[in-house]
T-cell receptor, first 112, second 113 residues
């Protein structure tokens, strides 16, 4: 079946550090890929989305590139702020399907 | 602004008791979902629905029932709550027009004692 793997359970950075969160996926189709962010006490919300048509998503300083060759969708940000502290989920949805497959999430802690 | 509201936001239930978690959306979305969040497991799909009066099993449906009486409302029912069902539950909605983007509620924290 489809799967999404986030190897990093927690990442701790200082402000202005570079952020890299690893995400790899496995599926038999070309899915739509998502990053959701969950701030403390809230539900997850969409951070960015990438389809096979556009390959790269950019939002609020974050970016992720859809790499079909390595089946990866890593999340990056050049300079993190304390306000970026949250849990980040990678996810996929098959074309024509409504069922999401989520990764386990990566908790980001940014120290001022 | 899309809106999904859940109630109750927090509940303590007794083992063996019945629990109903309610969800209301004003997005006019066809699809609604119930997810469970546990540390280390991310979000796991319990039940979902794509039309009123019809529900589908997700990946972890055992011990849960769902009800979709209208497009706007979707409930999750635990007939006999167990300790293992202690978790945070999220409702979400989506549709084709939003590009399958999920809009989540704020979550319902359930503690079974």
């Amino acid at each position: 079946g489809d799967s999404v793997t986030q190897k990093q359970g927690q990442v701790t950075l200082s402000e202005d550090d570079f952020l890299f969160i690893n995400c790899t996926y496995s599926t038999t189709t070309y899915p739509t890929l998502f990053w959701y962010v969950q701030y403390p006490g809230q539900g997850p919300q969409l951070l960015l989305k990438v389809t096979t048509a556009n390959n790269k998503g950019i939002s609020r300083g974050f970016e992720a590139t859809y790499d079909k060759g390595t089946t990866s969708f890593h999340l990056q940000k050049a300079s993190v702020q304390e306000s970026d502290s949250a849990v980040y989920f990678c996810a996929l949805v098959r074309t024509g399907n409504y069922k999401y497959v989520f990764g386990a999430g990566t908790r980001l802690k940014v120290i001022a | 602004e899309a809106a999904v509201t859940q109630s109750p936001r927090s509940k303590v239930a007794v083992t063996g008791g019945k629990v109903t978690l309610s969800c209301h959306q004003t997005n006019n979305h066809d699809y609604m979902y119930w997810y469970r969040q546990d540390t280390g497991h991310g979000l796991r799909l319990i039940h979902y629905s794509y039309v009123a009066d019809s529900t589908e099993k997700g990946d972890i449906p055992d011990g849960y029932k769902a009800s979709r009486p209208s497009q706007e409302n979707f409930s999750l029912i635990l007939e006999l709550a167990s300790l293992s069902q202690t978790a945070v539950y999220f409702c979400a909605s989506s549709d084709d027009i939003s590009g399958n983007t999920l809009y989540f509620g704020e979550g319902s924290r359930l503690i079974v004692v």
